[in-house]
């Protein structure tokens, strides 16, 4: 606390990221990393790119939203990239969400969405998933400003069908519907097939997951002119330059190279059913999943001390102390390796 703060910087309840510590050995399960490294291409566009440092990165990001509309058959300009995925649903609170009537997002969801409401003072009510974890999307039929929603959803791993995101989009004409996708890639269907039917919905997307690039600090949202432009406007009145030229190279080379691509969010999807088996056989609940993560509880065990242990063990995993998620763990799909460690230590503690 200072007297020399703003009078909102008191008010606020920041963010509180997945612990990225140096332990020796460490099998990291927390922050839904991939456990593969990004495709060779981005080194070397990188290398590339060097020389170019002592000049200012193309504001725009031109090249980079042009794989980005390629990849996902739209035009260049219904594409804005920020730096994280995090920065594009950053202007997008502040952009799109900021209304009278309250934000809808589910109770169960990514917990930064309550931090940027507090930031830009944006009133919400969350919408409780289901006994199954699932977002009904009935239950956002009600008075609102706007709607967002991770789908798949994290941390529960759940996807809707593509049909129940048309429904939600159809019954809300007059509000903006945000699909936060960064799991998509690994067993979600796109809402991007619906982007050119309905000008209120956006759909965002990241390079850290599918990608490997959780480092470089990409993401992209999708959507027709009049919501891309109030990202742009935005985005030029607090940083015309929130991609470095490193990143820009980076992530095109990489959104270019379909066939890493393939390789290896198959593998992340092979290795989240072999794990899956491996926690069912030791008696916990896995919600079923379409992420690179799974969201599991065991009956006989409380969640925080599960985490304790296996972090004494040097295996991290992700525990939520609220009360509807306090059960369970979250854990990234690591390597078949890092799988079986994991396997593994939790048999001698729960033995
Ligand atoms: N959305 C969801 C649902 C996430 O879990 C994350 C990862 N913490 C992000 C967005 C942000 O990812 P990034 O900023 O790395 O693109």
């Known amino acids: 606390m200072s007297r020399f703060w703003s009078p909102i910087v008191h008010t606020l309840t920041p963010y509180v990221p997945g612990e990225q510590p140096r332990i020796a050995g460490l099998v990291k399960l927390n922050t839904n990393e991939n456990p593969y490294p990004p495709s060779p291409r981005v080194a070397e566009a990188i290398a ?112 809707l069908p593509l049909s129940d995101i048309e429904r939600l989009v159809c019954s809300h004409p007059d509000q903006v519907v945000v699909i936060d996708e960064a799991y998509v890639d690994f067993g979600g269907e796109s809402a991007v097939a619906l982007v050119d039917r309905f000008p209120n919905l956006l759909v965002i997307q990241t390079f850290s997951k599918s990608r490997g690039l959780a480092g470089l600090r990409v993401g992209f949202a999708i959507g027709q002119r009049p919501l891309i432009e109030a990202l742009e406007r935005v985005k030029d009145s607090f940083n015309s330059y929130p991609l470095d030229r490193l990143a820009i190279a980076g992530a095109t080379a990489a959104m270019k190279d379909k066939a890493w691509f393939e390789e290896t969010r198959g593998r992340i999807v092979a290795s989240r059913a072999r794990l899956t088996a491996g926690l069912q056989a030791l008696g916990f609940e896995v919600v079923p999943s379409a992420a690179n993560f799974v969201f599991a509880r065991h009956p006989a065990r409380e969640g925080l001390a599960l985490a304790q242990a296996l972090r004494e063990k040097a295996v991290l995993v992700r525990h939520f102390n609220k009360p509807r998620t306090t059960d369970y763990l979250r854990i990234s799909i690591g390597t078949d390796a890092e799988c079986d460690r994991l396997i593994a230590v939790l048999k001698e503690i729960l033995a």
């Open 48 to 159: 590339a790119e060097m020389d170019n440092l002592r000049l200012y990165p193309d504001s725009v990001s031109w090249d980079l939203r042009e794989a980005i509309a390629e990849h996902h058959g739209v035009a260049v300009e219904q594409v804005f990239a920020g730096n994280g995925s995090d920065e594009v649903l950053a202007h997008t609170f502040r952009a799109l969400l900021s209304h009278d009537a309250p934000l809808l997002f589910p109770d169960i969801t990514y917990s930064f969405y309550p931090v940027y409401c507090g930031l830009f003072g944006i009133a919400y009510e969350a919408v409780p998933v289901d006994e199954a974890m699932a977002v009904r999307v009935e239950d956002y039929r009600r008075p609102c400003g706007a709607i967002i929603l991770p789908n798949p959803n994290a941390p529960t791993g759940r996807a």
